[in-house]
């Protein structure tokens, strides 16, 4: 399977859809674009980040826009937001094994966690 994310809107109890995500490559914290991309009505890209034959060992970053999402959703958000952009790094072992990087969010927290 690869490498693939879900964000669940905590605040609302639903699938974040619409939601902008930008993923990167990390070496030596020197961050690459790979690609941008807005989330669909479930929550998830339209295709894994990364498949099995193209997936790295390496380091890696997911960039959520939550203020963005929350924004349009009408939320009232403070000056300047609590959270702005929720910034997960992490890394991949095992091109063999399925990684999949949920978010939790309102516009106050986040959880994560490593999927199946």
Not at 48 to 67: C, H, K, S
Not at 92 to 107: C, E, K, M, N, R
């Amino acid at each position: 399977m690869g490498l693939s994310t879900h964000v669940l809107d905590t605040m609302h109890g639903g699938p974040a859809a619409g939601m902008a995500v930008s993923l990167y490559t990390t070496v030596d914290d020197v961050a690459t674009l790979v690609r941008h991309f807005v989330l669909n009505a479930d929550g998830r890209s339209d295709t894994p980040l990364y498949d099995n034959t193209t997936l790295q060992i390496g380091t890696y970053r997911l960039v959520f826009d939550v203020a963005g999402y929350f924004k349009a959703c009408g939320v009232v958000l403070p000056e300047p937001h609590f959270l702005n952009r929720v910034t997960l790094d992490f890394g991949v072992a095992h091109t063999d094994q399925h990684y999949h990087v949920p978010l939790l969010v309102s516009p106050w927290s986040y959880s994560t966690y490593r999927g199946s």
